[in-house]
């Protein structure tokens, strides 16, 4: 089975421009995370949906935004870049539940000069 | 606010030696654990997942415990190769309402094996 898809892989913006993060849960999954890894840091939890609601937010700027559409895809839009913003961004999809196990995609590296 | 700690934060070892790495959380009342490799620059790898009933986890040359009532786990590798080189991360959920159980990870160990 397709594990989860994330696009684009690799993302260089300048400061200021705006960028879209694309994630694809495994079928039938209906929950995704988002997390951000900055360098030599461990994931931090930035959202989550549920059933295409907004379920909970981490530590996301207020420059950033996500959805999750009909079809459970889910996508973080990212306005006025900083610098900071430079990291690893992985979105996770779960078959609702406590017990879930969360499978990751391997990321959208994203750069901003 | 749940916390996890690993140690320790950087492992050198020689290849086919047995090793285990630690993983502590400061609240007992998890549902799952779940143990993650990741190499440099890449994604995370999903290795182990322990529910909060389990006391072990194997796949391979991995094997994982989990102790709730000691905020403990560990995760035990046994004759390292090169290629086990990587970092690997503990992860416990935190449930905050409406279905939301987003990962709290600990800072990783990284390990190097030495051929």
């Known amino acids: 089975a397709a594990g989860v898809i994330q696009s684009p892989r690799h993302l260089i913006k300048e400061k200021r421009e705006t960028a879209t993060l694309k994630c694809y849960p495994i079928s039938r999954h209906d929950t995704v995370y988002w997390y951000q890894q900055g360098p030599g840091q461990d994931p931090q939890f930035l959202i989550s949906?549920?059933?295409?609601?907004?379920?909970d937010k981490g530590s996301i700027p207020d420059r950033f935004s996500a959805q999750q559409f009909s079809d459970y895809h889910s996508e973080l839009n990212m306005s006025s870049l900083e610098l900071g913003d430079s990291a690893l961004y992985f979105c996770?999809?779960?078959?609702?539940?406590?017990?879930?196990?969360?499978?990751f995609g391997p990321g959208t590296r994203l750069t901003v000069l | 606010k749940q916390e996890v700690t690993q140690i320790p934060a950087a492992l050198s070892v020689p290849e086919g030696e047995n090793l285990v790495l630690n993983c502590s959380f400061t609240?007992?009342?998890?549902?799952?654990l779940q143990w993650f490799r990741q190499d440099p620059g890449k994604g995370l790898t999903s290795l182990l997942l322990i529910q909060s009933s389990q006391r072990e986890q194997t796949s391979g040359r991995l094997n994982a415990s989990l102790d709730k009532s000691s905020g403990r786990s560990t995760l035990y590798i046994a004759a390292s190769q090169p290629g086990d080189s990587a970092t690997y991360l503990c992860a416990v959920p935190s449930y905050s309402g409406a279905g939301s159980y987003q990962l709290t990870f600990g800072k990783g160990t990284k390990l190097s094996v030495i051929p």
């Open positions: 996770a999809s779960v078959s609702v539940g406590p017990g879930g196990e969360q499978f």
């Open positions: 609240d007992s009342a998890i549902y799952n």
């Open positions: 949906f549920y059933e295409k609601m907004q379920s």
